[in-house]
């Protein structure tokens, strides 16, 4: 069975540029969820989508955006990019979200914005 | 969710137990506590989780206080592959799969 696949691996964009990063999550997941790793903030949770609905959401800003598709895939989405959103964004996927034991997480994209 | 404390981080030799701690005091009757680790360069992966009674599986074991306000992973037979940061965490079973992460530990296996 694949595990979660996010696309690209590494990317570097400029400043006031926008970004879409893909994860594919692991067949039959509905839930998925994205995260911002940075070295002054940790992980941190993004959003959540679940039947192509954003169900649960963190403390961003505006920018940063998602959507999920039908077949579960999400891609999430940063405008304007500030020298700030350099970072690894993680995907996390499982089946139902609520009351699922085990959230699994993909390699991550990183991103640096110059 | 409950927030958590744990040591930045740790040292433990190759073969030997490693018990790394967590403290939750604020932790509700509704919150499990999970753990996670992160290997450098990899997402997170599950390690184990419990509510109010031991737990133990393929991994590693998960001690919960009786007031449940603190918890101890233990891997067994800490090997260097176990290198990586440990991150305890409390959530209720209605978050979704939504986990706030805090620093976490860092776990050095040495030879």
């Known amino acids: 069975k694949a595990g979660v696949t996010q696309t690209p691996r590494y990317l570097i964009k400029t400043r006031g540029q926008q970004v879409t990063l893909s994860c594919s999550p692991i067949?039959?997941?509905?839930?998925v969820s994205w995260y911002q790793q940075t070295p002054g903030q940790g992980l941190q949770f993004l959003f959540e989508?679940?039947?192509?609905?954003?169900?649960n959401k963190g403390n961003f800003p505006g920018r940063f955006s998602g959507r999920q598709f039908s077949n579960s895939r999400s891609e999430m989405n940063v405008s304007t990019l500030e020298l700030g959103d350099s970072a690894l964004y993680l995907c996390?996927?499982?089946?139902?979200?609520?009351?699922?034991?085990?959230?699994?997480f993909g390699q991550g994209t990183r991103l640096t914005v110059v | 969710d409950a927030k958590t404390t744990q040591p930045t981080s740790m040292d433990c030799a190759e073969g030997r137990a490693a018990n790394l701690p967590c403290n939750h005091s604020?932790?509700?009757?509704?919150?499990?506590v999970y753990w996670y680790r992160q290997i450098h360069s990899q997402g997170p992966q599950y390690i184990i989780h419990?509510?109010?009674n031991n737990e133990t599986n393929e991994m590693a074991s998960l001690i919960i206080t009786e007031d449940r306000k603190s918890s101890t992973l233990i891997l067994p037979h800490a090997t260097l592959r176990d290198t990586a940061v440990y991150y305890c965490?409390?959530?209720?079973?209605?978050?979704?799969?939504?986990?706030?992460f805090g620093g976490g530990t860092r776990l050095m296996v040495k030879p």
């Open positions: 419990g509510l109010k």
């Open positions: 067949s039959g997941h509905r839930s």
């Open positions: 604020t932790i509700s009757g509704n919150e499990y």
């Open positions: 989508y679940f039947s192509e609905t954003q169900r």
């Open positions: 965490i409390v959530r209720p079973d209605y978050a979704g799969n939504m986990l706030t």
């Open positions: 996390a996927s499982s089946p139902w979200g609520v009351a699922d034991t085990e959230a699994f």
